[in-house]
């Protein structure tokens, strides 16, 4: 075949690229399950009832339920996605793009029933190319309690110092990115540790912010006086977040560096800062 390919169309198979498999093996891993059938028979019912009562079938955006019947948010929550995703899961290699439907449409539903599940070693495992997945939806449900909200924070630091999920940067910095937007899964007491941890760039990044939103206080009080040009992302991380200073100590800091010549870009971001503090 890759003779024919070549001689008849000039192209050439990648060897890389190219597996041979058994009848079986390509049955097994392409082709549709029953339960595959199933799971997009429930998928496909579930945005056709979306359709039907009015709502937007993007699973990013978000359900108000004030603006809903409780029939029909009734309704909603029995197409059991959480069970759908719980089977997944259950596999040695879960669809991704099935599992990230499913947490944008729990997140849709405000449906934090299964977080724990989701974090534990094994999952995180499977998921890991779906880390931002698992990230965006814990940053929009919003019916965690803060002892919860305090746990699941503990526990995703928890995965970022000991999960070989970490090893990649790109990893690291969706862990921390839960923390550089918002001060609500608290565990300030950990960032030093992991501040000491990591050194690469886009890491201390997403950690210089998240510190920034947790008002450590004394960390930047002590760190304001450090030569910031050694990295332009870890500058501009830092120029936005000591803006949580109280703002009788971080005005005269500002308006130092307003006094030397810096690139247009800093010049942006202390602008914002200042104007919208951590």
Known sequence: MAQALFDRRNLKLNEQKTKILSIESYQEQYLSTPD???NNQILTSFSSLLEEL???D???EEIDPAEIAQEDWDRLRSVNLNQLLRQELEKPEPQGYLVTFILANL???DDTSLIDLILEDDTIRKLFPKLRS???YLERVGSFSEEKKEHVGARILDLMERSFVSTLEFNRMWFMHLFSRS???DNIHKFEHIWKSFSDNSTRREILLARGRAHDIEFFRRMKGENLDTNNWIRRAFLAAVSCLPKPE???WY???SLRSRDILDKVVEKWAQENPF
Do not use: M
Request: charged residues 40%.
């Open 36 to 38: 595959e059938i199933e």
């Open 54 to 56: 009015g709502i937007d």
């Open 58 to 60: 993007n699973p990013y």
């Open 107 to 109: 997140a849709k539903l």
């Open 134 to 136: 698992i990230i965006n």
């Open 183 to 185: 001060s609500e899964w």
């Open 250 to 252: 971080r005005k005269p």
């Open 255 to 257: 308006k130092a560096r």
